[in-house]
C-alpha cells in the first residue's frame, strides 16, 4: 500500500531513540493518535509517527475497505515501520494492538505497547461480555459494524470509549471522524482464534488496560499479558481511548516511563 497516511511529529532537538509508530483501532484513524499523545511526545524528545491503516483516515483504500483483512493492516504497519529512520516501538490501540502482535511476531522490532488491545485469541469473549454488560452499546456497536458510523446514538459511542468523566462536550469533538471498519478484518478476529500468532517471547511487551473500560474489561487484559508472558498495567478511572481520556497524561506518561526504562535505556 504505496499512500498511506502517517502523521509525524518530530522534537526540535535530537530525537530520543527508538522512534514511536502508533497504530490506530477499528472504525478510527491516525487522528485519534495526533489529538494529544503525538505531539506529547514529541514535546519530550521522540520521534513520534501515527499509521492510517489502509481505508481509514487519509489513506487510499476507503473504497475497498470491505475487502482487506487483518493481515493487509500486518502489512501497512511493516511498510510504516519501513519508512522511518530506524525499527520503532510499535503500540497499539484496540484492533491495533493485534495488528502490533503480530507485527511483532513476522519483523524484529525494539518492542510493542498494547493499550486496551483486543486479545490474540479474538474477540468472541469480549464481545459476548459487552452483550451482558451494555445490551444497549452491544447493540448499538452491532449497529456500527452493520450500517456505519451514521447508524448509531453518539451516546453510544461516549459509553464505548469514554469513561463517565469524560464530558459529553468533549467525546463529542472525535464522533465525526468515526468511520466504518472492514467486514472480513471483523471477521478474521471477531470469534475464537484458537491458534493465535503471539509475539517471540524476548521481545519487551506493555499490556496496558483501561479500569473503566466497557470493550476489554480486566479479565480480558489479564488474559492477554499471560498469553504474552507478562502482568497487565491498569489506568484507574479510564475508559477505552485512553489516549482521549482527561487523564490522558497518565497514559503517556507510562508509555514513556516503560519505553525508557525497558528499550531507551538498554539501546544507550
Known amino acids: 500500500m504505496s499512500n498511506l497516511e502517517i502523521i509525524s511529529r518530530r522534537p526540535a532537538a535530537v530525537a530520543k531513540t527508538p522512534p514511536l ?7 478510527s484513524g491516525a487522528w485519534i493518535w495526533d489529538a494529544k499523545f503525538l505531539p506529547w511526545f514529541a514535546d519530550r524528545g521522540w520521534e513520534a509517527h501515527a499509521v492510517s491503516l489502509r481505508g481509514h483516515g487519509g489513506s487510499e483504500g476507503r473504497d475497498r475497505l470491505h475487502g482487506f483483512g487483518i493481515a493487509d493492516y500486518v502489512e501497512d504497519v511493516l511498510e510504516a515501520a519501513g519508512r522511518l529512520s530506524a ?8 484492533m491495533g494492538g493485534i495488528v502490533v502482535q503480530r507485527a511483532l511476531a513476522r519483523r524484529r522490532f525494539p518492542a510493542g505497547v498494547l493499550m486496551a488491545s483486543a486479545p490474540p485469541y479474538g474477540l468472541w469473549s469480549s464481545t459476548m461480555g459487552l452483550a451482558w454488560r451494555s445490551p444497549y452499546v452491544y447493540q448499538q456497536m452491532s449497529m456500527l459494524m452493520a450500517f456505519g458510523e451514521d447508524a448509531i446514538d453518539p451516546e453510544a459511542v461516549r459509553r464505548a470509549m469514554f469513561s ?4 459529553r462536550v468533549e467525546a463529542a469533538k472525535y464522533e465525526s471522524f468515526l468511520q466504518e471498519e472492514s467486514r472480513r478484518v471483523l471477521l478474521d478476529i471477531g470469534g475464537w482464534v484458537p491458534f493465535p500468532v503471539l509475539p517471540p517471547r524476548d521481545v519487551p511487551v506493555l499490556v496496558m488496560g483501561a479500569e473503566e473500560d466497557l470493550l476489554f474489561p480486566r479479565a480480558e487484559v489479564v488474559a492477554t499479558a499471560a498469553a504474552l508472558g507478562t502482568k497487565p498495567v491498569f ?10 481520556e482527561r487523564d490522558w497524561v497518565a497514559a503517556a506518561e507510562t508509555v514513556e516511563a516503560w519505553v525508557e526504562r525497558t528499550v531507551a535505556a538498554a539501546a544507550a
Do not use: E, K, N, R
Open 164 to 167: 463517565d468523566a469524560m464530558p
Open 21 to 27: 509508530l502508533f497504530v490506530h483501532g477499528a472504525f
Open 87 to 94: 525499527p520503532p516501538v510499535l503500540i497499539g490501540h484496540s
Open 235 to 244: 489506568m484507574p478511572g479510564m475508559g477505552h481511548a485512553m489516549m482521549l
